[in-house]
């Protein structure tokens, strides 16, 4: 091959490291441009969603405020975030956490407890169990032995008693993995929630 030849296809394969390096920042600066356009609508869409989560799980409190002191999970495979003091007239009256981990598969819930220690609602963010199976934790259709559906019937529950499989609670037929599974975020939840109301001094120990 002639040194011509050789020549030629060394600048062919500069000018072609060119163009693909132009392609590239176009693209990077495109994509930019899209997030800075669309980031302050995606944070508000999540600021919307978690609101919602929180009035379902709280639905009397007026008011959440975020706060970032509270416990850790002391369970690795467990992961705490995103909890908010619920108020009321200006008046704390409980705490809303979510909680995130292991079941069957995963999920990850939002709880609510109020100064009582009681919890005012649960709600599932999102579980990926056995569908027909675990995932039967989030059916409004499905219904246990006292005739609510699984996550409606922690409602109104004393956390300070724990939650106990088929004990303080009745399992998902057919999934006591996932049923255990819940159990486990919900006892994770609930005592950094207290631990938190606790250390707030508007926790009744009574």
């Known amino acids: 091959m002639s040194d011509t030849s050789n020549k030629k296809d060394f600048f062919e394969m500069i000018r072609l490291g060119l163009v693909l390096v132009v392609y590239a920042v176009i693209a990077c600066t495109v994509l930019a441009i899209v997030n800075n356009l669309t980031a302050p609508q995606i944070k508000k869409n999540q600021i919307q969603k978690a609101n919602e989560a929180m009035k379902e799980v709280f639905s009397f409190a007026d008011q959440f405020v975020s706060v970032n002191d509270f416990e850790p999970s002391d369970n690795k495979n467990i992961a705490l975030s995103d909890a908010y003091l619920a108020y009321k ?10 909680v995130e981990g292991p079941t069957y598969d995963k999920a990850k819930i ?7 220690g009681v919890v005012t ?3 599932f963010l999102e579980i ?7 995932s039967k934790a989030k059916d409004d259709n499905y219904k246990v032995k006292s005739g609510t559906t699984f996550y409606e019937q922690f409602t109104g529950k004393n956390a300070k008693e724990g939650f106990l499989t088929n004990q303080t609670f ?4 057919g999934a006591t993995i996932t049923s255990d ?3 486990a975020l919900l006892t994770q939840g609930s005592k950094s929630l207290l631990n938190y109301l606790e250390k707030k001094e508007v926790l009744n120990n009574e």
Not at 89 to 98: A, L, N, P, T, W
Not at 110 to 116: A, C, E, H, S, V
Not at 170 to 173: L, N, P, R, T, W
């Open 110 to 116: 939002i709880l609510g407890i109020d100064t009582n």
């Open 128 to 134: 990926t169990d056995s569908p027909g199976f675990g």
């Open 121 to 123: 609602g649960m709600r």
């Open 170 to 173: 009745d399992a998902i037929s």
């Open 89 to 98: 007239d200006q008046k704390i009256i409980g705490g809303v956490i979510q």
């Open 181 to 183: 599974g819940v159990a």
